[in-house]
């Protein structure tokens, strides 16, 4: 089992700026992939980012793509997103997920975060 926490949501003005956290703890050498994703009101899951936890590629939603920016750190059980030129469209929850398999663009991750709210005013 993976447990997956996520933090350093907030609001911020159109063209902010926000670094998310996501704290891993358990079995997380078994997470060959992270991600981020978002949902907002009425529209289903959508990815924003992952990376191949062993080989530190990245691969991003084209809507983010040269506004974020996914890491994680040496010991591999802090994911983060940092997230610039922030736009009222981005507003969303944003979830941590970890897979034992590869990266997918499919919400369909075997573990999940509870999610924290990032919401971008005009």
């Known amino acids: 089992q993976v447990q997956l926490v996520e933090s350093g949501g907030g609001s911020v003005q159109d063209g902010g700026s926000l670094r998310l956290s996501c704290a891993a703890s358990?079995?997380?050498?078994?997470?060959?992939?992270m991600a981020w994703f978002r949902q907002a009101p009425g529209k289903e899951r959508e990815w924003v980012a992952t990376?191949?936890?062993?080989?530190?590629?990245?691969h991003y939603a084209e809507s983010v793509k040269g506004r974020f920016a996914i890491s994680q750190n040496n010991a591999k059980d802090t994911l983060y997103l940092q997230m610039n030129s922030l736009k009222p469209e981005d507003t969303a929850v944003y979830y941590c997920?970890?897979?034992?398999?590869?990266?997918?663009?499919?919400?369909?991750?075997?573990?999940w975060g509870q999610g924290t709210q990032v919401t971008v005013s005009s």
């Open positions: 358990g079995y997380t050498y078994s997470a060959r992939c």
């Open positions: 990376i191949a936890t062993r080989s530190g590629d990245t």
């Open positions: 997920a970890a897979n034992r398999g590869i990266c997918l663009t499919a919400p369909v991750y075997d573990y």
